[in-house]
């Protein structure tokens, strides 16, 4: 199976704060990465929580 990375975000317990991201995991899919994600870094109570396939991602470059 191949595993990829997930970027976890998340927002706190109160409405309207931005998501931020709080960390990774590795997994075989989204499933198994919004486990992971949950058991590693729910001791906050977030309100809502993210997983995303890094390779999602698009950078932005400032332009020169």
């Known amino acids: 199976m191949n595993e990829e990375y997930y970027e976890v975000f998340a927002a706190r ?8 991201n ?24 977030w309100r809502a929580m993210f997983v995303v396939p890094r390779r999602a991602l698009l950078p932005v470059i400032r332009p020169q």
């Open 22 to 45: 709080v960390g990774a995991v590795r997994a075989t899919g989204s499933r198994e990465a919004g486990i992971f994600a949950h058991k590693l870094y729910d001791e906050w109570r």
């Open 13 to 20: 317990a109160e409405a309207g704060e931005p998501l931020r």
